[in-house]
């Protein structure tokens, strides 16, 4: 190869290298809104939810235009579906801590439940203790009732890996949401009276392909079904949010994050 070749191809990697950290670094740092709409015929007014999930104590880039389409979406409320931190450490958790004053910062109800990273890192305690102060209501196998435009919402919240529907006792005729970060756990332990089940924790495989979908997802083995996005089981709907972080690197390919401003609409 001469060198004429040679400087052709050089200047073909760097910038190849240039474009693929770009495409790379939007996946994992400029979070997109997803628009969803879960209808049913337990509905009868809409009902307005924004799930976020799987931080990690992530460096959003586009955080200002996150909080605008939040507060513009005005949800009913929002909830937190586990992993809002990476590992406990004191910098991770105040990274987060600066996530969610901003989210807080929208006065809107917002319900959290743990994942696998708090519930096996340290200091849990310390960052339960902040939420607590920013008003935000940690659900722990426990449910908290709502009303929305004359509709019940049972919302019930649960642990990773201490899991119970022990305190799951909702009424007739509520609508049953139930929040947990790993959807294959209420799968495994259906009773059938679960309307919405809102999950994360697979990262939407975070590298995907077209038509494929996810490749691998955590507990969910190689090339998922329940990677990301809705899916009808049983008599219930599944929600899984691709979250909006990453862990161990940040890689994602065709997933980028996201945070999901979801319409629960009646069925006309």
């Known amino acids: 190869m001469n060198n ?21 670094d939007k996946q994992c740092f400029v979070a997109k809104e997803e628009k969803v709409i879960l209808k049913s015929e337990k509905i009868k007014n809409p009902i307005r939810i924004t799930q976020i999930s799987d931080f990690h104590s992530n460096a959003i880039k586009n955080l200002d235009e996150l909080l605008i ?13 586990g992993d809002m931190i990476d590992y406990g450490t004191d910098a991770k958790i105040d990274r987060s801590l600066y996530f969610l004053k901003k989210l807080a910062g929208l006065n809107k109800k917002i ?20 939420l607590e102060k920013l008003g935000i209501i940690y659900l722990y196998n426990e449910c908290y009732e709502l009303n929305i435009r004359n509709q ?71 090339l998922p079904n329940y990677d990301k996005g809705v899916f009808n089981y049983k008599d219930s709907i599944i929600y899984v949010d691709s979250g909006l972080g990453n862990t161990f690197l940040p890689l994602r390919f065709l997933d980028q994050i996201e945070y999901s401003n979801i319409t629960l609409a009646p069925i006309v």
């Open 111 to 130: 319900f959290y439940i743990t994942g696998n990273h708090e519930e096996t890192g340290p200091n849990l305690d310390r960052f339960l203790f902040e």
């Open 152 to 222: 019940d919402i049972y919302l019930y919240g649960t642990s990773m890996l201490d899991f119970s529907y022990k305190n799951y006792k909702p009424k007739k005729k509520s609508i049953n949401v139930i929040l947990s970060h790993y959807s294959k756990i209420v799968r495994d332990n259906y009773i059938g009276n679960e309307d919405f089940i809102f999950s994360g924790h697979t990262h939407g495989g975070q590298v995907r392909m077209p038509i494929i979908g996810g490749l691998i997802a955590p507990g969910e083995g190689v």
């Open 69 to 81: 389409n939040v507060k513009d979406f005005d949800p009913d409320f929002i909830i937190l579906t």
């Open 4 to 24: 004429k070749n040679k400087v052709k191809l050089g200047t073909g990697l760097i910038v190849a290298g240039i474009l693929i950290g770009a495409y790379i």
